[in-house]
């Protein structure tokens, strides 16, 4: 099966950066959607990012548009989401996950239904972000 590794996680001060990174291993990832989710203690979990297996279609959570921006490079199996003027409440556990394009885990209308993540079938075991002073 699909197995997802995210990196790139960390300590940062308000208004810095990290990239994140998913990496695939057994299976090639241009197959597949990668969603980014996260989830603060205390908190369910939300939708932050996906993009489509092609990477022509990105979607982004209104909390994060404008500062994250998600890529892929499908020549090194791996996903990106560069964070940037990032916040406190940016703090949480990233999780990466891989869905199927067929189950259309990257449209619009699911990314803001709310149950973007029934549609992904992969998930990593998430790296930890802190924002913090």
């Known amino acids: 099966q699909l197995q997802l590794v995210e990196s790139g996680g960390g300590l940062v001060q308000p208004g810095g950066s990290l990239r994140l990174s998913c990496a695939a291993s057994?299976?090639?990832?241009?197959?597949?959607?990668i969603g980014w989710f996260r989830q603060a203690p205390g908190k369910g979990r939300e939708t932050v990012s996906c993009?489509?297996?092609?990477?022509?279609?990105?979607n982004y959570a209104d909390s994060v548009k404008g500062r994250f921006t998600i890529s892929r490079d499908n020549a090194k199996n791996t996903v990106y989401l560069q964070m940037n003027s990032l916040k406190p409440e940016d703090t949480a556990t990233y999780y990466c996950?891989?869905?199927?394009?067929?189950?259309?885990?990257?449209?619009?209308?699911?990314?803001?239904?709310?149950?973007?993540?029934?549609?992904?079938?992969?998930w990593g075991q998430g790296t930890q972000v802190t924002v913090s002073s």
């Open positions: 057994r299976f090639t990832l241009d197959y597949y959607a």
């Open positions: 993009i489509s297996s092609s990477g022509g279609i990105t």
């Open positions: 996950a891989a869905g199927q394009p067929s189950r259309g885990p990257c449209r619009i209308q699911t990314f803001y239904s709310g149950s973007l993540a029934l549609l992904y079938d992969y």
